[in-house]
């Protein structure tokens, strides 16, 4: 099981920091050229701000399952906080299921959704390219954020200890400091 388990994670994180760091790179990429663009040459590109309306889509989203995979999602810790170790491991474990559930519903809306754009053929305004497509990475996205937490889930099932995801147990997680 903890093989699967990390053949799966290892699987998600390559894709998640592959769409996080080319739609970050692009991002710079055409900001830049954009505006090189209009002070220098007195023309903008066209479709800079939609493009880049895209691509913060798809860092959210896949950025969101980055997030919980290295535990460093909003977390209120509060209560959870004054438990004892038990009661936390019970805690974090019917988090984890919960909120892995919600995400899967929520990724199963969310296709829904993507599809009724397709259906209705709905396109950009600047670049007049379907924006099913774009917003298809809404549900991915969603999908791997509840994978994580589904994974977290097993592995404080199947193992000592409290997981946030399958790398990062409770209280490894860094601490922004904020």
Excluded: W
């Excluded at 519903?105 to 053929?121: A, G, P, Q, R």
Aim: with cysteine.
């Amino acid at each position: 099981m903890k093989t699967l388990l990390l053949t799966v994670s290892r699987g998600t994180e390559l894709i998640e920091k592959c769409v996080i760091i080319c739609a970050i790179l692009l991002m710079m990429v055409n900001s830049t050229a954009n505006a090189i663009g209009r002070y220098a040459f007195d023309r903008s590109i066209f479709f800079s701000e939609e493009l880049n309306q895209f691509l913060i889509v798809a860092v959210t989203f896949v950025g969101f399952a980055y997030a919980v995979r290295k535990g460093r999602n909003i977390r209120m810790t509060a209560l959870y906080d004054s438990l004892n170790d038990r009661l936390k491991k019970a805690l974090l474990t019917l988090i984890s299921l919960a909120t892995g559930l919600l995400l899967l519903f929520l990724t199963y809306k969310s296709v829904f959704y993507v599809l009724e754009i397709k259906d209705i053929n709905r396109l950009s305004p600047a670049l007049q390219f379907p924006v099913y497509i774009v917003y298809s990475i809404i549900p991915i996205g969603l999908g791997m954020a509840s994978l994580q937490f589904l994974i977290a889930f097993v592995m404080n099932v199947t193992h000592e200890g409290r997981y946030l995801s399958y790398e990062i147990k409770d209280g490894e997680a860094e601490d922004i400091g904020v």
